[in-house]
T-cell receptor, first 114, second 114 residues
Framework: AQKITQTQPGMFVQEKEAVTLDCTYDTSDQSYGLFWYKQPSSGEMIFLIYQGSYDEQNATEGRYSLNFQKARKSANLVISASQLGDSAMYFCAMREGYDYKLSFGAGTTVTVRA | EPEVTQTPSHQVTQMGQEVILRCVPISNHLYFYWYRQILGQKVEFLVS????????KSEIFDDQFSVERPDGSNFTLKIRSTKLEDSAMYFC????????????FGSGTRLTVV
């Protein structure tokens, strides 16, 4: 079974609008961490935001926020006030328990239109 | 801000040749990883390395692959006899002892096997 599911292969968003990228996860561990990474066309992986399973508040980092719904096992990324530079592939990833490796979703391509 | 440095950024090699991909992790990090991303696909875990030995490896990491930390700063991935399907972006990453503080990825090495 897929550990991380990203159902949106591609999305278009108008500049200055908000966009929500979906991510659902599957784990039986009580302790886990959820990550979002941005991959621009140049290829590097840029860390955006982290949410721990025991964190009671949703994580926020500037224009990025994570809508963490533990019971639904979802960790959606919200990008507010989209900019042209936000056009990229976005990956959701998970670390489970004491395992340090990350499992990645298939990614969502975001294209911001002027 | 500390970086994970990967060299070369792009390598082209003949099928059957050996390649060594190099990485310099962040100096106070203890866990090191290699991930692979075939063009347009998800990022896949290859191997994790801690305390000078492999702590976990995926099914992809077969006998053609090996990792080494030859001098306490570099972390290398060797592919002994490259195949066409080894063409991918290879990412090195490192993390502190607690994965809560996140992973830092290098900018990647794009390997093209011809």
């Amino acid at each position: 079974a897929q550990k991380i599911t990203q159902t949106q292969p591609g999305m278009f968003v108008q500049e200055k609008e908000a966009v929500t990228l979906d991510c659902t996860y599957d784990t039986s561990d009580q302790s886990y961490g959820l990550f979002w990474y941005k991959q621009p066309s140049s290829g590097e992986m840029i860390f955006l935001i982290y949410q721990g399973s025991y964190d009671e508040q949703n994580a926020t980092e500037g224009r990025y926020s994570l809508n963490f719904q533990k019971a639904r096992k979802s960790a959606n990324l919200v990008i507010s006030a989209s900019q042209l530079g936000d056009s990229a592939m976005y990956f959701c990833a998970m670390r489970e328990g004491y395992d340090y490796k990350l499992s990645f979703g298939a990614g969502t391509t975001v294209t911001v239109r002027a | 801000e500390p970086e994970v440095t990967q060299t070369p950024s792009h390598q082209v090699t003949q099928m059957g040749q050996e390649v060594i991909l190099r990485c310099v992790p962040i100096s106070n990090h203890l866990y090191f990883y290699w991930y692979r991303q075939i063009l347009g696909q998800k990022v896949e875990f290859l191997v994790s390395f801690y305390n000078n030995e492999i702590s976990e490896k995926s099914e992809i990491f077969d006998d053609q692959f090996s990792v080494e930390r030859p001098d306490g700063s570099n972390f290398t991935l060797k592919i002994r006899s490259t195949k066409l399907e080894d063409s991918a972006m290879y990412f090195c990453a490192s993390s502190e002892s607690s994965a809560h503080y996140g992973y830092t990825f290098g900018s990647g090495t794009r390997l093209t096997v011809v």
